[in-house]
């Protein structure tokens, strides 16, 4: 059964700040992998998506590496913002044809001024 | 458009009521799911369909009905929950299969609170 950690559950940093969230999955065996952000009582955001074959994806001040054979994959925010506050969330899907994601447990993130 | 869209934002609903969440997309995705999230946890899968047809039932109880009547919609049916059932329930759609990429869309969620 596939597991799947976030490390740190709660992160704060002050405003400027280059931080990197960590996603670990026990089963290497996946498909793609995809990054969320969540504030507080809303639906989640896609933020990138990173295929089995692909080593990171990039969008704006975000970029997501995948290590797939050691089962690891972060996302690294630059110059973080106090808009970046929010919960992040990673998921795997194991393969082309199956439908579930399997999230991890979240890191919430909070920017201060 | 990768907008997934859920109504209503609120629900409030008494323990013997009958009440419906909706979800509607226009991407053209032919997978569309209901997931359950509790406050400071990840989201649950409950349903997948897949091309319309229910492919995935996380034994989730009888008091919630899915429903999908077409490509575009999807419904739960809600009736004689209970107050450990209040949640945030979140509508997500993706391509199916075949097609490279399979991301998947959120919509905002509905807070549903059982009394």
């Known amino acids: 059964k596939q597991e799947v950690t976030q490390i740190p559950a709660a992160l704060s940093v002050p405003e400027g700040e280059n931080l990197v969230l960590n996603c670990s999955f026990t089963?290497?065996?996946?498909?793609?992998l995809q990054w969320f952000r969540q504030d507080p009582g809303k639906g989640l955001t896609s933020l990138l998506l990173i295929q089995s074959s692909q080593r990171e994806q990039t969008s704006g001040r975000l970029n997501a590496s995948l290590d797939k054979s050691s089962g690891r994959s972060t996302l690294y925010i630059a110059a973080s913002q106090p808009g970046d506050s929010a919960t992040y969330l990673c998921?795997?899907?194991?393969?082309?044809?199956?439908?579930?994601?399997?999230f991890g447990t979240g890191t919430r993130l909070q920017v201060t001024l | 458009d990768t907008e997934v869209t859920q109504t209503p934002k609120h629900l409030v609903m008494g323990m013997t009521n009958k009440k419906s969440l909706k979800c509607e997309q226009h991407m053209g995705h032919r997978a569309m799911y209901w997931y359950k999230q509790k406050a400071k946890k990840p989201p649950e899968l409950m349903f997948v369909?897949?091309?319309?047809?229910?492919?995935i039932n996380e034994s989730v109880p009888s008091r919630f009905s899915p429903e999908c009547p077409n490509s575009s919609l999807l419904n739960l049916h809600l009736h004689a929950l209970q107050p450990e059932d209040s949640a945030l329930y979140l509508c997500?759609?993706?391509?199916?299969?075949?097609?490279?990429?399979?991301?998947?869309?959120f919509g905002q969620g509905t807070r549903l609170t059982v009394v």
């Open positions: 998921a795997v899907r194991k393969s082309r044809t199956a439908s579930k994601l399997t």
């Open positions: 089963d290497s065996a996946i498909y793609n």
């Open positions: 997500a759609s993706s391509q199916y299969g075949q097609i490279e990429g399979t991301e998947a869309f």
């Open positions: 369909y897949s091309y319309e047809k229910l492919s």
